[in-house]
């Protein structure tokens, strides 16, 4: 199988731009979770989509969103880019029914994001 | 809310040796899964190893096995036989199930992480 993608791999932004990242899961996958890391925060959970619905997110502020498509695929929104949202977002994939096995999340290799 | 605390900020060990990373965590909960997750320079985060809270037996998978201590909250990673590739940062992880997390996935808990470093 194939394992989970992320386009683009690398991105520079400025100031008060937005960004749309995007993650393809594990195919049969129905779960995908968002997750920033940066260097003085660590890894951060975002928000987490299934079947096409917001499910659970965390404490980020609503620039932050994101979206998930009838075939899996999801999307996340990064509106009025500030410096601090530079790192390195993950996506992971599960899928996302109860259980050990079917709930373990499998990453995908990131986006790199530099806002100047 | 659950912390994950991973003390050793940066460990180094000589290749065959084996090495053993700590990991605490701080939970209410009863039922949840811990994981160990590899970064490796690529920064592609890649799945070591799946403790379920419920099974006393520890996890093993090839040479790596966990030590879960289930009262103490530790769960610390040993890996045998050290490699050159296994020189990575390490992730101790913490979750909640589904069926406790309210309907939607809590997400993953994250250390501050451990760099290991394999010498030749």
């Known amino acids: 199988k194939a394992g989970v993608t992320q386009t683009p791999r690398y991105l520079i932004k400025t100031r008060g731009q937005q960004v749309t990242l995007s993650c393809s899961p594990i195919?049969?996958?129905?779960?995908v979770s968002w997750y920033q890391q940066t260097p003085g925060q660590g890894l951060q959970f975002l928000f987490e989509?299934?079947?096409?619905?917001?499910?659970n997110k965390g404490n980020f502020p609503g620039r932050f969103s994101g979206r998930q498509f009838s075939n899996s695929r999801s999307e996340m929104n990064v509106s009025t880019l500030e410096l601090g949202d530079s790192a390195l977002y993950l996506c992971?994939?599960?899928?996302?029914?109860?259980?050990?096995?079917?709930?373990?999340?499998?990453f995908g290799p990131g986006t790199r994001l530099l806002v100047l | 809310a659950q912390t994950v605390t991973q003390s050793q900020p940066e460990m180094s060990v000589q290749e065959a040796e084996t090495v053993t990373l700590s990991c605490t965590y701080d939970?209410?909960?009863?039922?949840?899964?811990l994981f160990w997750y590899k970064q490796p320079p690529s920064r592609q985060m890649i799945l070591v190893i799946r403790?379920?809270?419920?099974?006393?037996q520890n996890a093993t998978e090839n040479r790596f096995s966990v030590n879960f201590q289930k009262a103490a909250k530790s769960f610390s990673l040993k890996i045998s036989d050290s490699q050159l590739g296994d020189t990575a940062m390490y992730f101790c992880?913490?979750?909640?199930?589904?069926?406790?997390?309210?309907?939607?996935?809590?997400?993953?808990?994250f250390g501050k992480g451990t760099h290991l470093i394999i010498q030749p």
């Open positions: 992971a994939s599960s899928h996302g029914t109860s259980g050990g096995v079917q709930e373990t999340q499998y």
């Open positions: 195919s049969g996958h129905r779960s």
């Open positions: 989509y299934f079947s096409e619905t917001q499910r």
């Open positions: 939970t209410s909960e009863n039922n949840y899964y």
């Open positions: 403790q379920e809270a419920y099974k006393q």
């Open positions: 992880a913490f979750m909640k199930p589904l069926m406790y997390s309210g309907g939607g996935a809590d997400g993953l808990t």
